[in-house]
């Protein structure tokens, strides 16, 4: 596939960053996935003004305008669809703070940021149908990351243990809670659980990442008038639910039919899984 990496367009396995780079040392850096379809891409104004933030939170000063990074997406989509007939593309954008001459933690004065972006292929949108869709099962953990998970930083390693502990649990993916037993997001995804047909998820702030199929989910469904709240909810609260579901750039809005081994209402995919996904998808572009 074809990569971006500070200014070029060239083949990924050409790229090479020095190992001497903060994102390499430290995780010192900001990153974004925004999904496309058919050349289309999804929420990227939203995915761009997210990435600003970060920047900001981090003090990196934003290497590029919006309609620059627009541009070099596009570019990627250009130069990377024959490669992806299904035509389902993802873009992963990722600007470190840069490479340093010497491993020191405070942020240096005299670095420019390292910019790379790449394609990959993403899965298909989800089916509009509770019948066609593969649904996920996931375990729950207590949250163990840091308190900035509003910022989309490369420091994964948190995200990356609670993942794999799903994994090593034979599911999909860890759903996770803070020490009040509230629910906070999963550790590469927002949760939704629906009780009594409304829907609910948990509020913005430190503790979840603003996810993009998360906001423009919310709009969706209050435009479809499908009853959205955004409210804490426990992990008590999520076992004794109708419906779970996961949001995210890949997987969109996913079912969840098992939940630490407990089956959600009687296993199957919902109702209301199915009117939020058509309206997601009515709504998306
Ligand atoms: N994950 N919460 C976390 C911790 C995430 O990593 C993600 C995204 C989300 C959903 O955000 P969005 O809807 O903007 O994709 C929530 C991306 C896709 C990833 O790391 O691959």
């Known amino acids: 596939t074809i990569a971006y990496l500070n200014g070029e367009f060239l083949p990924l396995s050409e790229a090479k960053i020095s190992p001497m780079d903060r994102g390499f040392l430290f995780g010192d850096g900001i990153y974004e996935v925004i999904p496309s379809y058919a050349g289309k891409p999804v929420g990227l104004n939203g995915h761009l003004a997210r990435m600003n933030d970060g920047l900001s939170a981090i003090s990196i000063t934003n290497p590029y305008s919006f309609e620059q990074w627009s541009d070099i997406l596009t570019q990627l989509l250009r130069h990377n669809e024959a490669r992806f007939p299904e035509g389902n593309i993802g873009i992963y954008f990722h600007i470190s703070r840069g490479t340093d001459t010497k491993r020191y933690h405070a942020y240096p004065d005299n670095v420019s940021p390292t910019v790379f972006g790449f394609a990959f292929a993403l899965p298909p949108a989800q089916p509009l149908s509770k019948d066609a869709v593969k649904p996920f099962k996931v375990a729950l953990q207590e949250d163990k990351r840091w308190q900035r998970c509003h910022i989309k930083s490369t420091s994964l390693l948190g995200n990356v243990m609670h993942f794999q502990a ?30 009594d047909k409304v829907i609910y998820t948990p509020p913005l702030d430190n503790q979840l990442l603003p996810g993009i199929t998360r906001s423009i989910a ?20 999520l076992l004794d639910a109708d419906e779970v ?27 209301m899984w199915e009117a939020a996904i058509k309206a997601y998808n009515a709504y998306k572009f």
């Open 166 to 195: 799903g994994i090593d649990h034979g599911v999909n993916e860890t759903i996770l809670y803070n020490e009040n037993k509230q629910v906070t997001e999963a550790s590469s995804c927002n949760v939704f659980m629906v009780k």
């Open 245 to 271: 579901w996961l949001s995210s750039s890949s997987k969109e809005l996913m079912p969840v039919v098992e939940v630490d081994g407990n089956t959600i209402a009687d296993g199957n995919v919902g109702d």
């Open 218 to 237: 919310i709009e969706a469904f209050k435009r479809a008038e499908l009853r959205v709240v955004e409210n804490w909810f426990t992990t008590e609260d």
